[in-house]
Structures are given as C-alpha cells and as structure tokens.
C-alpha cells in the first residue's frame, strides 16, 4: 500500500488545542468525576488506518500497522502520571484498511496545571516520530453542582461487563474532534454523553429537579424548540446523561447543546454548553424564511437605491454563503427583483451581527476590494478566484510562501493559518492551502490541496502540481516517487519557509 501523508489534529473537549504532527491521528480529551470523588481525565485517540505503513510479516496472516503512543503527565519538571501503549490496525488487503480506529486511556490525576507530552511514532517507520506538548489544567472536585466535559458520540451500545471504560451501562464511541465538533450533511443523528455532579449537595438528597437538554442557535442564544427535551429527576450525587437528537432537518448553522438543571423554582442550578458547525445543503436556511416581506426603511440598505449596486453586493456574499444560500442568491440575481434583494441581504447581515449589520457589511467590502485588487485576473474579479475566496472567507494568512521559479513547477503559494476564528467558517487550528497557477502569468491561481475542513483535500498534491504544470507528463506517484521527496536544485517544496519554520508540529505535511 502506498503510504498517504500523515496528519494530527489534536483537540480537548474544553476547546483548547494540542499542536500535532503529520500521523492520522486526532486526539480528544475530557475531566470526570471518579466514584471516590476524585477528578480523572480520559484521552480519546482516532487512528486514521490508511494513513499507516503496513507491512506483513513471514509468520503473519494479515498485514499490519499502527501507532506507538507514549503519554507523560508532568508538574513542574516531575512526572506524575505516564503510560506507552500502541494503536493497532491490521488488514486482509490494504486497498480496503478501515478508516478509523478507536482507543481511549484513563489518567488519575490531582487537580493542577499539568504539561502532557506526548510522543507518537509509526511502528514500521522510525522517521515518522513526533512530539508534541500541551497544558492541561485539571479541576478541583467542588460540593457544589457541576459537570463533567460533553463527550460527543459516534455511537454508543450496551457494554459487556468487561469493558472497563463502560459508563452507566454503555460502550460509548466518542466523535473524536479536530478543532470545535462539525456535523456534515451525511451525519443526521448527535448523541452526546456527560456526568452532573453533586446535585443532592445543592438541592437535598432525593430532591426533585428539571433536567433539559436542547440545541440553540450561537449566534443570538434562541432556543430550537424542534431540539429540545426535558425529564423530571431525582436529585443524586451523580447524574448520567445520555442522549441523541436527530439533525437531518437542521440548516447550516453555528449551534450550541445545551444541558441544564432547573430546580422546582425555575433557578438553574447548573447549564453546560457545547460549540458545534452544521453543514446540511440540503435544508434551507434559517435566515432565506426570515426575509419574507421585511421592511427595511431606515435601514442601511434603504439607501442602496441603484439595481448595479445591489446587483454586485449580493454576489460579493458568495464566497461566504454556504451552497444553500448560494443557490438562493443566485435564483435572487436571476429575478432581478431589488427589492428582495435588499431585503434578503440586509437580513444576511443581521444575522451575521445583529447590533451592527451596516459596520459588518462595511468591513467584508473593504476586505473584497482588496481581494479583487490583489488576486484578479484578465476575466475574473479577486472574489471569484480561489484565493480571493479563501481570502474572504477565512481571513488573512498568518504566512504566505510565494514560489514563483521553481524548476519542472508551476508558481504556487502556500498559505498558513494558526488559528482561523473568521465569522464564516468553523474555528481551526494551524491550517494550510496551496494554490498553482497552471496557466502562466494569469495570476489565476487554483487550489489545490487544503487541510481545512470541508476544502479540497489531495494527499498527492505535489504529484498533481508536478505532473499539471508539465502538462500531464510529471513523475509517476508509483515509479518516480523519489522525485518529489527530495527537492531538485533549486527548489523549495519540502524546505520551503512555512514546512522548516515549524519543524515537526505540521499537520498534514
């Protein structure tokens, strides 16, 4: 099997980051409340199985792979916790190894602040070890209500009675996240699990309390009555819940789960929140209902009076939209009817910052006329080029490499993000694009290959740029892979400034 490139994002479930490597692997964690009311933490590791090196031993029926994981708690220069343990992957034909396994560990652990080091290693290649650190700041354990981190679930059965890491009864298989958890369209069902804790201390033992779990939008905090639940309990020192929603039917959005418990006086006792991204194209979104018959007098868009001005506005948002709104707006421009137009855009905007949509709107346009003036080409505008709609959409790059003469390549840039926190994406961590400019001095540059979630993804993206800027006649990824591994004289793919600044903490390189 043809080993793909490596890639590790390593997220906790209190949305801090773990800096990661090259290997297929995410990592998750999440604080618990042990039954001698001592805080412990679980890591959660996702091999990525085709992303190993397999390779079947004379004496083995299978091929084999995986990863050597070595996990080290320290507080000041000590170590307090440390395991070595390996994530194993095996496979009749590696043509068809599974995409994902599964592994979790459990760390007993004082609260305090704690460096967790982590070295990973391919157990049938040495040259790919990596390590990484990151802080970690495990709670105290209180008398008062609290909760335990969300623990957001792939699946989740009845467990066998000797399945050690079984909560209140079931095997759960965590959704182990890079970056803030994201539902796609083909994912209709979020289950998620935590533990409330010390109820009967706030409350009184036996007590009885409103326990409510729903999903609201995180953009103006309105509660989704279609997502919502609530059940009558028992006030106890721990209180398990385990619980699904079925999201075929929720739009694209930014979303908070919520869990709550609300004594017989309607004071919430405790309420716990969880960032996640939906992508569904095939829903509509909220705000294309919102529009209707709006009346937008005195608003910032009352004054757009020309049809060419709105016209071009309402197609500057597409590199911001999602399919749906896409395919709305475009339906808008072909009626040519202004005054929903306006309408729709002002409600866009609203959505987007309802205490100033008219400075919100004003700042994306400065950001588009600097998109059209850098990246425009002959026959397009910037924000209809693949890097003005990066641009727009995501921000500017933390660092750009610029490689115009390389020899047998296209020019190309690779963008990086440290940390993308623009309104129109999903938060993320250390992110990278490349784009080739294929027909020359265009300055018509295409992507690529991305590590962004949703973007174009091309573990081969040096063959594809190779073999297209030679017209299809660049080294063979099977015969000539050596041809791209190592750099010819004169070139800069594998030491360019952003790889070589950032040593072995890359994802995806």
């Known amino acids: 099997?043809?080993?793909?490139?490596?890639?590790?994002?390593?997220?906790?479930?209190?949305?801090?980051?773990?800096?990661?490597?090259?290997?297929?692997?995410?990592?998750?964690?999440?604080?618990?409340?042990?039954?001698?009311?001592?805080?412990?933490?679980?890591?959660?590791?996702?091999?990525?199985?085709?992303?190993?090196?397999?390779?079947?031993?004379?004496?083995?029926?299978?091929?084999?792979?995986?990863?050597?994981?070595?996990?080290?708690?320290?507080?000041?220069?000590?170590?307090?916790?440390?395991?070595?343990?390996?994530?194993?992957?095996?496979?009749?034909?590696?043509?068809?190894?599974?995409?994902?396994?599964?592994?979790?560990?459990?760390?007993?652990?004082?609260?305090?602040?704690?460096?967790?080091?982590?070295?990973?290693?391919?157990?049938?290649?040495?040259?790919?070890?990596?390590?990484?650190?990151?802080?970690?700041?495990?709670?105290?354990?209180?008398?008062?209500?609290?909760?335990?981190?969300?623990?957001?679930?792939?699946?989740?059965?009845?467990?066998?009675?000797?399945?050690?890491?079984?909560?209140?009864?079931?095997?759960?298989?965590?959704?182990?996240?890079?970056?803030?958890?994201?539902?796609?369209?083909?994912?209709?069902?979020?289950?998620?699990?935590?533990?409330?804790?010390?109820?009967?201390?706030?409350?009184?033992?036996?007590?009885?309390?409103?326990?409510?779990?729903?999903?609201?939008?995180?953009?103006?905090?309105?509660?989704?009555?279609?997502?919502?639940?609530?059940?009558?309990?028992?006030?106890?020192?721990?209180?398990?819940?385990?619980?699904?929603?079925?999201?075929?039917?929720?739009?694209?959005?930014?979303?908070n789960l919520v869990v709550e418990a609300l004594s017989r006086q309607s004071e919430t006792v405790i309420q716990k929140k969880e960032f996640f991204f939906r992508r569904n194209g095939s829903v509509k979104p909220l705000l294309l209902s919102q529009a209707g018959d709006l009346d937008i007098t005195g608003t910032f868009v009352d004054g757009i009076d020309d049809f060419d001005s709105i016209y071009t506005y309402m197609s500057y948002l597409q590199p911001i939209s999602n399919d749906a709104e896409r395919n709305y707006q475009k339906s808008l421009l072909e009626s040519r009817d202004k005054s929903q137009m306006k309408r729709y855009f002002y409600v866009f905007w609203q959505n987007i910052n309802s205490n100033d949509p008219a400075g919100e709107w004003n700042r994306y346009h400065t950001e588009v006329k600097i998109a059209n003036k850098l990246y425009g080409t002959r026959i397009q505008k910037g924000y209809k080029t693949s890097r003005g709609r990066v641009y727009l959409q995501y921000g500017r790059p933390d660092m750009v490499d610029d490689r115009r003469f390389e020899p047998a390549l296209p020019p190309y840039q690779i963008w990086q993000y440290n940390q993308i926190d623009s309104k129109y994406v999903i938060n993320q961590t250390n992110r990278f694009f490349v784009f080739a400019e294929f027909d020359r001095s265009t300055n018509d540059y295409e992507l690529i290959h991305s590590t962004a979630l949703g973007e174009l993804f091309d573990s081969r993206w040096k063959y594809t740029m190779a073999n297209r800027g030679a017209g299809g006649v660049g080294p063979d990824i099977d015969s000539r892979s050596d041809d791209i591994s190592q750099d010819s004289p004169g070139s800069r793919l594998n030491n360019n400034m952003i790889f070589k600044s950032r040593s072995n903490s890359n994802p995806n390189w």
């Open 1 to 255: 099997m043809k080993k793909a490139a490596f890639f590790l994002a390593a997220t906790c479930l209190l949305i801090n980051h773990l800096f990661g490597s090259g290997l297929g692997l995410d990592v998750s964690y999440a604080q618990y409340q042990s039954d001698d009311n001592l805080p412990y933490l679980e890591l959660y590791f996702a091999l990525n199985g085709q992303t190993l090196t397999f390779i079947k031993q004379a004496n083995e029926s299978k091929f084999t792979g995986g990863v050597e994981v070595t996990v080290v708690f320290k507080k000041d220069s000590t170590i307090q916790a440390a395991d070595r343990f390996r994530i194993l992957a095996s496979s009749d034909d590696t043509s068809k190894v599974q995409n994902v396994f599964i592994q979790q560990e459990r760390f007993l652990l004082d609260p305090g602040t704690y460096t967790l080091v982590m070295e990973l290693e391919d157990i049938h290649d040495s040259t790919e070890h990596y390590t990484i650190d990151h802080e970690i700041k495990v709670r105290p354990i209180t008398e008062k209500a609290s909760a335990s981190d969300f623990l957001m679930l792939d699946s989740y059965k009845p467990a066998s009675e000797k399945n050690k890491y079984a909560k209140s009864g079931y095997e759960l298989i965590p959704m182990v996240s890079s970056g803030s958890y994201y539902f796609p369209e083909n994912i209709d069902k979020l289950s998620f699990y935590l533990e409330l804790y010390n109820l009967d201390q706030s409350l009184g033992e036996g007590e009885s309390y409103l326990l409510k779990y729903y999903i609201e939008s995180s953009d103006n905090g309105q509660a989704l009555d279609k997502y919502a639940s609530f059940a009558k309990k028992q006030a106890s020192g721990v209180q398990p819940v385990l619980a699904s929603f079925s999201i075929g039917e929720l739009p694209t959005g930014n979303y």
